[in-house]
């Protein structure tokens, strides 16, 4: 069947530290609604904006509670992505990932010493995560296969031939779009879907009305989830999902951490009334 992966956010404090016991909360009540794995220091789980050791303390608390879990390691300071490799290879879970050395212009075969260096480390299976358009470089199926371990990916990517073709080297693909979720759990390996960590249930109906052969009430379903996710742009998709959370799914899961701004009340308010509406509408 295929595969409904959350990235998880990650649950700050006040203070904006790591709030360990909603991590813990919210990973049971994602995998209760139907998620299967988990994906750690993603995009939404702020990756790229925490430190080594906040990584570390993410991983800990999710493998608390599964060891369904891909842990995204990437990092431009080479040694720290090494020592977070080896700190996943003395524990369980199912594959590391990273995203491609990004913010400089680098040529494509430093690329693949990067992801190389991270094969010959790992233990455990390495996965690509791709992002063009957050990283600014394409790791593509040819470069892919010009690095020769990868053995899955994420590709975040609206051009889902691109995602298709990484099918070539026979690896669990997935594509990282909310509004590809269909396409992906109708013939990838299934999703990756920031707005699961909101809206579980919602991907969970998706795959049972594909899986029923019953396309048009998927469709559907799709229609209304790219109405959700895309009401959420004007406010931070990743700052909206901390009060999504409270609010449709009934707990709290903190706060996000700046450059993710917390937003005002009356932001919160509105954010809701709006999902709230499109939440409730039948389908
Ligand atoms: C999505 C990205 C995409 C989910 C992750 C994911 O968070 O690690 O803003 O929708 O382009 O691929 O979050 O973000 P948007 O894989």
């Known amino acids: 069947m295929a595969e409904i992966i959350v990235p998880i956010l990650t649950p700050f404090n006040e203070k904006g530290e790591i709030d360990g016991e909603k991590v813990k909360t919210h990973v049971q009540n994602l995998l209760r609604k139907g998620v299967d794995i988990i994906f750690v220091n993603g995009t939404t789980g ?52 990273s995203y491609p050395p990004y913010y400089f212009s680098i040529p494509k075969d430093f690329v693949v010493k990067y992801f190389k260096e991270i094969c010959s480390a790992s233990k455990h299976p390495v996965y690509l995560y ?84 019953d396309m048009r009430k998927a469709l559907d379903l799709q229609l209304k989830i790219n109405e959700i996710d895309g009401t959420t742009i004007p406010y931070g998709k990743i700052s909206s999902m901390y009060y999504l959370v409270k609010e449709l799914q009934g707990y709290d899961v903190g706060v996000p951490r700046p450059p993710m701004y917390p937003l005002e009340e009356d932001k919160v308010k509105e954010l809701i009334e709006k999902v709230r509406k499109i939440w409730n509408k039948s389908e």
């Open 130 to 213: 791709n992002y063009p358009g957050a990283t600014g470089k394409d790791v593509d199926v040819n470069l892919a296969k010009e690095i020769g371990c990868i053995k899955g990916v994420k590709d975040t990517n609206p051009d889902f031939a691109h995602t298709i073709r990484y099918k070539e080297l026979g690896i669990k693909t997935y594509n990282g779009l909310e509004n590809l979720a269909i396409a992906s759990l109708s013939i990838l390996d299934g999703t990756v879907v920031g707005a699961g960590n909101y809206m579980p249930e919602l991907f969970s109906q998706l795959r049972e009305y594909i899986k029923a052969g």
């Open 46 to 97: 702020v990756g790229p904006a925490l430190s080594k050791d906040e990584k570390r303390k993410m991983l800990d608390y999710v493998l608390d509670v599964t060891n369904k879990v891909i842990f995204q390691v990437g990092s431009l300071n080479m040694k720290e992505v090494l020592e977070l490799v080896n700190y996943a290879n003395e524990r369980d879970m199912i594959a590391v990932a």
